[in-house]
């Protein structure tokens, strides 16, 4: 099956900084990966997603990108605030299109 | 309601005890999921539902898990003789269509076993 890596495990940034978080996965042909955040006690929260046909997706401060060759795929944040602290995930989906496959979790926290 | 909802919040069982977890997904949703997150790891799939037919449930753990949907809205997961290994919070997730992962996810039931 899927196996979805992430690194690193706890992310700390200063406010305004960009924050990088990265995912390998080992299925070729997944062709869908979403990037949730989910705050304390919360629900995830799906923040942006890509598809494999394009390589770049952005989203006002975040943006993520998509390498097939080398399987891996990046959130990026940028002009970080606090109230991006949270656990971030990403996850693949591999051919049958709905099995997510998740990583284990960022902990982002962005200091004031 | 605006989005899906799981009930109870929290559940505390005895181990031994029968526990069931209640999924309201998004209305018209065809697509139910039911996850498992254990402290400090990602979600990670156990079964899925399409309208009421359950279409996949290679990731329960063991026959003591029993997902049903039986009119295609509404899910309960039921978990039978309870393990302190079954202490995890259970995500369900519901999408618009059919077979695609774009799930939107509820707060999830926080079991633990005691």
């Known amino acids: 099956g899927e196996n979805v890596e992430q690194h690193p495990s706890t992310l700390s940034v200063q406010e305004g900084d960009s924050a990088v978080i990265k995912c390998t996965y080992s299925d070729s042909a997944s062709n869908y990966f979403p990037w949730y955040k989910q705050e304390l006690g919360k629900r995830p929260q799906l923040i942006i997603d890509?598809?494999?046909?394009?390589g770049e997706k952005k989203d006002q401060r975040i943006a993520v990108t998509l390498n097939k060759t080398a399987k891996h795929f990046s959130l990026h944040i940028t002009e970080t605030q606090p109230e991006d602290s949270a656990v971030y995930f990403c996850a693949a989906c591999g051919p049958n299109d709905y099995k997510l496959s998740f990583g284990a979790g960022t902990t982002v926290t962005v200091r004031a | 309601g605006a989005g899906v909802s799981q009930s109870p919040r929290y559940k505390v069982a005895k181990r031994g005890q029968d526990v069931a977890l209640r999924c309201d997904p998004i209305?018209?949703?065809?697509?139910l999921f039911w996850y498992q997150q254990a402290l400090g790891q990602g979600p990670e799939f156990l079964t899925y539902?399409?309208?009421?037919?359950?279409?996949?449930k290679s990731g329960l753990p063991s026959d003591r898990f029993f997902a049903e949907r039986p009119e295609g809205s509404v899910s309960t997961l039921k978990i039978q003789r309870t393990q302190q290994e079954d202490s995890a919070v259970y995500l369900c997730?519901?999408?618009?269509?059919?077979?695609?992962?774009?799930?939107?996810f509820g707060q999830g039931t926080r079991l633990t076993v005691v």
């Open positions: 539902f399409q309208n009421e037919a359950q279409l996949d």
């Open positions: 209305s018209g949703h065809v697509s």
């Open positions: 890509i598809r494999s046909n394009v």
């Open positions: 997730a519901s999408s618009l269509v059919r077979d695609r992962a774009e799930a939107f």
